[in-house]
């Protein structure tokens, strides 16, 4: 069997490399950790992208097992950002000098909204004079709606595949016609055939999860050739069916550890994607999206929802950060990196160097 050090001086990683690597111990977890931080200066620099998060809206159509915002919990106030309170977001992501903006939701795809959306869309632009970037992350779509948003000026798009394996899928999502494993995939292709920059992403610790599978999830991104990777520890909701398997996951220190890895192992295989440090991480860890940085993130999403609204997006609980206003999120953002030697690139769009790299060629 090969040593770790002996992978880590690969180029390019096969399935039992990407297992011996996600299988680390602590102590080469650590040489691990240093190449991916080395992988990631070289090749995207020291600094940090931003996206200011709006959280558009809690309604939701789907069922997924482990998200607060399922149609079925009936735990929870719905609520749908007005015009002026968008205006709002909008405007302090223009005072805050972020140069992208992530809008994300619940996912409906009846006309009202998607139009609804467009227009949010054209608005961003047209209130920042063009310099705002977008990424959406609004669900699962037809190619048209995702076209007519693309058109509108939204050129990124996170859509996590949750898990790459089919079985998988099924064991946290329900079996109808609202969640099909094939449909997510056939979305991310559709998105990548319109031109957006695609990203996708897991959650890492799910219950039924195996080593096996994550490494089949980063084999996933990199056939699916991906701009973006997002990805972050499941944190169990009490008003989800995944609730009662919290005792039988990993505890929230190795589900911490082994979202480390992922992302570690991520950076090894694809060097030039963007990685977000979700703030999951920073939920079941206080220095948890510094770690994420540390090993191979280069991007973060700094809350622009109205503090008002923040705790009812619950797609898991004690979400960090939900008291704070945008003012308090960017500065302690600032410092935070500081800290870890990164720099944050404000008024940049911060497109992923993979996809630039690609419609070079
Ligand atoms: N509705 C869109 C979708 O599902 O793609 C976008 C919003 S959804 C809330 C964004 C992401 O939240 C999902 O892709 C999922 O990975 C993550 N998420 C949901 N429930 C979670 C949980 N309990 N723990 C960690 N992440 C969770
Ligand atoms: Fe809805 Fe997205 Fe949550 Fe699934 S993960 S219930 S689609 S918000």
């Known amino acids: 069997m090969k040593s770790i050090a002996t992978i ?33 200066i070289n090749n995207v620099g020291n600094s940090v992208h931003l996206r200011g998060l709006i959280e558009y809206s809690n ?14 919990n009936e735990n929870k106030s719905l609520y749908t950002l007005d015009d002026e309170q968008i205006d709002n977001c909008i405007n302090e992501a223009i005072r805050l000098r972020y140069g992208s903006v992530a809008l994300q939701c619940g996912e409906r795809t009846d006309k009202d909204f998607t139009q609804k959306i467009t227009q949010i869309i054209k608005r961003i632009k047209q209130l920042s004079d063009n310099k705002i970037g977008i990424t959406l992350s609004c669900g699962e779509q ?7 948003w693309f058109e509108a000026g939204a050129h990124r798009y996170l ?7 089919e079985e998988l899928y099924y064991k946290i999502h329900p079996n109808d016609a609202k969640h099909s494993f094939k449909k997510r995939i056939a979305c991310i292709d559709d ?11 897991i959650m890492v610790g799910l219950p039924f999860q195996t080593i096996e599978d994550i490494a089949g999830d980063i084999l996933f991104f990199k056939e699916k050739d991906v701009a973006m990777v997002g990805l972050g520890p499941f944190i169990p909701h009490e008003d989800t069916p995944l609730w009662k398997y919290k005792d039988e996951i990993p505890n929230d220190k190795e589900r911490m550890l082994l979202t480390l890895k992922t ?5 090894l295989v694809m060097p030039k994607i963007n990685m977000v440090a979700a703030t999951a991480n920073q939920t079941i860890d206080k220095m948890g999206r510094e770690k994420a940085v540390m090993v191979g993130a280069n991007v973060i999403m ?3 929802t109205p503090t008002l609204n923040r705790k009812d997006y619950s797609i898991y609980p004690n979400k960090a950060c939900v008291q704070d206003t945008p003012d308090e999120c960017a500065n302690c953002l600032d410092i935070r990196m500081k800290t870890i030697n990164h ?16 419609q070079r060629l």
């Open 263 to 267: 992302l570690a192992v991520t950076r």
């Open 8 to 40: 880590l001086n690969q180029q390019s990683f096969e399935k039992k490399d990407i297992l011996a690597l996600l299988n680390a111990n602590e102590e080469e977890s650590k040489l691990l950790f240093a190449k991916s931080l080395e992988v990631k």
């Open 142 to 148: 037809n190619a048209d709606v995702y076209k007519e």
């Open 159 to 165: 859509l996590r595949i949750e898990t790459s394996n």
């Open 302 to 304: 700094p809350n622009l």
């Open 343 to 358: 720099t944050i690139l404000y008024d940049e769009w911060g497109d992923s160097p993979a996809f630039l790299e690609k």
């Open 59 to 72: 309604i939701c159509e789907k069922n997924c097992l482990y998200c607060g915002l399922r149609v079925k």
């Open 191 to 201: 998105l990548s055939s319109i031109g957006y920059q695609v990203g996708t992403g």
